[in-house]
């Protein structure tokens, strides 16, 4: 069982940067790859980035491809998104999410679920 807590979410500017960060429990977390997914009111929830267990393998949805970076400390069971250059369209529920499947892009692929942190980006 792993449980995973987000935080990091908030009000910014066009153009600004902020930094989500997952905690997640348990002695495994090393053997997930780590995900983080947002969803928009009645919309399917869309993969934005994830990171291999070892945090040697990163890879991004188009739409935020050399804007957000994914990394992970394993030593301290966290998993961070770091968004710049972030866009009014940015403006959603960000979620993180482990998977013990190879290169998981979907969110069906994904076995557990942090609560969500609101990202707020004003025009």
């Known amino acids: 069982q792993v449980q995973l807590v987000e935080s990091g979410g908030g009000l910014v500017q066009a153009g600004g940067s902020l930094r989500l960060s997952c905690e997640a429990s348990?002695?495994?977390?090393?053997?997930?790859?780590m995900g983080w997914f947002r969803q928009a009111p009645g919309k399917e929830r869309e993969f934005v980035a994830a990171v291999s267990g070892s945090g040697g393998y990163r890879y991004y949805a188009d739409s935020v491809k050399g804007r957000f970076t994914i990394s992970r400390d394993n030593a301290k069971n966290t998993v961070f998104l770091q968004m710049t250059s972030l866009k009014p369209e940015d403006t959603v529920v960000y979620y993180c999410?482990?998977?013990?499947?190879?290169?998981?892009?979907?969110?069906?692929?994904?076995?557990?679920w942090g609560q969500g942190t609101q990202v707020t980006v004003s025009s």
């Open positions: 999410a482990a998977s013990l499947g190879t290169y998981p892009r979907h969110y069906s692929d994904y076995e557990y």
């Open positions: 348990g002695r495994t977390f090393s053997r997930y790859t």
